[in-house]
């Protein structure tokens, strides 16, 4: 089984979010960046815990970044993926990201293709859909579990108010929710074994930028918080219901 | 030109989301709303009320598959000359919207928190720590709705219903099974929501947390550890690697406010906190606070619920 995942950079989940350049650009300065949770913690992982399971095959990563995208991408192959793809661009709409993803993925005859549910800077949800559409595949947004035996597989996805069990045939792509794994922290060998796993530099194609972020702004500053006597706990339900109007 | 909007309509009633969401296609003005929906749904011709002229209804298509969806929606988005698409965020909206977007070379608005200004669609980004405009240069248009985004209109009118006579295609997956999580509010459609976390102490306590969620209406949700320590179902967990809710009214009750936890609830549109630590840093972003013990505040919350109901 040949498996892609789609591995994003973020800021950190603590880093001080500020914008710079007129507000058009997330400020980066003293910021730690690190492998976005959902791609390291779930779609990475499950992705080797299937090829461990297989015995056989290989978990390729892919990722649309500049050169400062590398240690992370290191990172990923520390916790075990075999190889490593950068996309040399700046990434700045959805579209353009999975254009340049699928450009790169087609022809090579994944069998898997797990992205996260969503990065947690831009919080968008959609890279994954896309590259299934590009690449012609199924696609099961928020999957929480996933099973795969004999080119057939079994998932569970996070609807309204439940969990659904599907099944599909490979090829297939999907996105990665909580539960899909476990955490896996890089071990000593890994991040040795990592040295020297190839990572690929390729160059962007040329491809549409439908939209783009123009401008960032911090919502406005909460208004100071009420606060009430214990004793007088009951008040808390008569404010919320005549003051603030929500019950 | 014309504006068509996809949403999923299957259940009792309309889902306030997809009401949300016809609402805000017809509040773009960009020509006739033409609704889409799949499945078995019932009372479509009420959408007219929002703004629908005409649903077009694909009864064949049962489950959430991405290609058929994506399917219906480029032909019909074909047959009317859309030039806005709109979805809801959510799990199927999450499903179709992107695919539709790339099949259609369309730019995309995920998680739209309100009307435009033109080209430029507002949306939360860093789990609603910041705010992004975002412009769309492309002729067509995808834009997802964050639920609780914009009131439901109340218009007059009733929708024309037609049936989808194109060919979705073969499914690409097959739903095997649905396991509803327990019998209450889902959460995230939830209006009011009551959460707990570590400051409950164990599973054996949250008779209370329960009972004041049922007296508000509310659903119930708690903090990460309280999930990984199977004190509560995974589905409550809300936060930065949960569930991200934004109701009109979030009551947190022994939860620290880490800033994980905080991405999570943080759009909601009053938070009130009860923490016995003053210094806890929910209370930064409350609105209401009581500094307390929570075995002493619930009661008395409890009593104050049961008396505003038997009020109104
Ligand atoms: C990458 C990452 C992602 C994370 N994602 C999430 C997430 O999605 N959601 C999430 O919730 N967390 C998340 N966390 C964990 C988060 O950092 C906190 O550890 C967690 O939210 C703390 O949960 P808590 O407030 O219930 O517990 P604690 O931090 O232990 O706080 C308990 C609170 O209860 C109060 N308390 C104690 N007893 C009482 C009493 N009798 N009455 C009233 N108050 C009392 C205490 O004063 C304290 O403030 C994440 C962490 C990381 C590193
Ligand atoms: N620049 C990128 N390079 C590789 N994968 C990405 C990139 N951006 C997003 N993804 C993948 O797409 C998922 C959803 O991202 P988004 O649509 O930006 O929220 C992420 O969890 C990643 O798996």
């Known amino acids: 089984m040949k498996i892609l995942v789609l591995l994003s950079q973020v800021p950190d989940t603590t880093a001080r979010i500020a914008f710079t350049d007129g507000d058009t650009r997330f400020d980066g300065n003293g910021v730690t960046f690190i492998m976005n949770p959902y791609d390291e913690w779930y ?40 190889e490593a793809v950068r996309i040399d661009a700046q990434p700045t709409d959805a579209l353009q990201v999975a254009e340049l993803i699928a450009a790169y993925a087609k022809d090579k005859g994944f069998d898997l293709v797990l992205a996260g549910k969503e990065t947690i800077d831009h919080n968008s949800g959609v890279v994954g859909g896309m590259v299934a559409e590009l690449l012609g595949m199924p696609y ?24 659904e069990v599907v099944e ?6 999907l996105s990665a929710s909580k539960g899909m794994a476990e955490q896996r922290i890089p071990n000593m060998r890994g991040i040795m074994a990592a040295r020297t796993k190839p990572l690929t530099v390729v160059p962007a194609t040329s491809v549409p930028t439908p939209a783009a972020t123009v401008r960032f702004e911090m919502p406005p500053p909460k208004g100071a918080v009420k606060m ?8 808390l339900i008569e404010l919320l219901h005549s003051e603030a109007k929500v019950i | 030109m014309s504006t068509i909007v996809f949403i999923d309509t299957r259940g009792e009633k309309l889902p306030k989301a997809a009401q949300e969401a016809v609402t805000y296609a017809s509040q773009l003005n960009g020509g006739p709303v033409t609704a889409i929906t799949f499945g078995e749904a019932n009372g479509l011709e009420s959408l007219g009320a929002q703004g629908a002229r005409k649903v077009i209804v694909a009864r064949g298509v049962k489950a959430v598959d991405s290609q058929q969806l994506t399917k219906l929606v480029a032909d019909v988005a074909a047959a009317e000359s859309a030039s806005t698409i709109v979805f809801v965020h959510d799990a199927t909206g999450k499903a179709v919207a992107p695919r539709v977007a790339a099949r259609l070379q369309a730019g995309m608005v995920a998680g739209a928190t309100g009307m435009p200004e033109g080209n430029r669609f507002k949306r939360n980004v860093f789990s609603g720590k910041a705010r992004a405009y975002v412009e769309v240069s492309s002729p067509v248009k995808v834009v997802s709705l964050s639920p ?14 037609e049936d989808y006579t194109g060919d979705p295609g073969p499914a690409g997956i ?3 099974e649905v396991r509803k999580a327990g019998t209450g509010i889902p959460l995230p459609e939830a209006e009011i929501v009551v959460s707990a976390g570590r400051g409950m102490k164990g599973p054996e306590n949250w008779g209370p ?3 004041l969620a049922k007296e508000l209406g509310a659903a119930t949700a708690c903090s990460r550890p309280v999930a990984d320590m199977h004190w509560r179902p995974h589905h409550e967990h809300v936060g930065q690697t949960g569930v991200a809710i934004r109701p009109n009214c979030y009551i947190a009750i022994g939860i620290s406010g880490a800033i994980q936890h905080l991405a999570g609830v943080n759009q909601s549109k009053v938070i009130a906190v009860i923490n016995k ?12 606070g009581i500094v307390g013990d929570a075995f002493e505040v619930l009661p008395k919350l409890i009593e104050a619920a049961k008396k505003l109901n038997a009020e109104r």
């Not at chain 1, 004999?150 to 439940?162: F, H, K, M, S, Y």
């Not at chain 1, 599909?168 to 792509?173: D, F, N, T, Y």
């Not at chain 2, 609780?148 to 219903?161: D, L, Y």
């Open chain 1, 43 to 82: 779609a990475l992982v499950r992705a080797l815990e299937l090829k461990e399971a297989a015995g056989s095959g290989s978990v390729t990563t892919v990722t649309v970044g500049g050169a400062d995208t590398e240690a992370t991408i290191r990172k990923g192959l520390a916790i075990g993926a075999d």
């Open chain 1, 168 to 173: 599909a045939k490979l090829p297939l792509a």
């Open chain 2, 209 to 211: 947390v329960e009972e």
């Open chain 1, 140 to 163: 099961v947004p928020l999957a929480s579990k996933l099973e795969v035996s004999n080119g057939l597989a079994t998932i569970e996805r996070d609807v309204p108010g439940g969990v």
């Open chain 2, 148 to 161: 609780n985004s914009i009131p439901v209109a109340k218009g007059e009118g009733a929708a024309t219903i």
């Open chain 1, 228 to 235: 009430i006597p214990a004793e007088e706990a009951g008040t």
């Open chain 2, 174 to 176: 097959t739903v095997k």
């Open chain 2, 277 to 288: 630590d003053p210094e806890a840093p929910f209370f930064k972003a409350a609105d209401y």
